[in-house]
Nanobody, 123 residues
Framework: QVQLVESGGGLVQAGGSLRLSCAAS????????MGWFRQAPGKEREVVAV????????YYPDSVKGRFTISRDNAKNTVYLQMNSLKPEDTALYYC????????????????WGQGTQVTVSS
């Protein structure tokens, strides 16, 4: 079973950038589809990026397309989320998660979650 630990969150001004990292333990990381989600207070958890196990295929919702980039380094057991042109509405707790489903975009399609890292964007 993989374990996930996020890092890289913080406070940034609107228009700024952050890069989140998610380090995974275990030897099966390269077999998992990985996703980044976020949850703001009072809102449902939503997907912001998904990357295939090989790293060749990515998915982004319209809300972050062109601003966020997901990548992974299977040799380092790490998945990244580069966030540019941040907006106050991007403020949320960001989670990484692992899935064995081919194209998972819903939270219930992921079986393992990290503890989250807070991203706060000031206006």
């Amino acid at each position: 079973q993989v374990q996930l630990v996020e890092s890289g969150g913080g406070l940034v001004q609107a228009g700024g950038s952050l890069r989140l990292s998610c380090a995974a333990s275990g030897r099966t990381f390269s077999s998992y589809v990985m996703g980044w989600f976020r949850q703001a207070p009072g809102k449902e958890r939503e997907v912001v990026a998904v990357i295939s196990s090989s790293g060749r295929f990515m998915y982004y919702p319209d809300s972050v397309k062109g601003r966020f980039t997901i990548s992974r380094d299977n040799a380092k057991n790490t998945v990244y989320l580069q966030m540019n042109s941040l907006k106050p509405e991007d403020t949320a707790l960001y989670y990484c998660a692992a899935s064995t489903i081919t194209t998972p975009t819903a939270p219930n399609e992921y079986h393992t979650w990290g503890q989250g890292t807070q991203v706060t964007v000031s206006s």
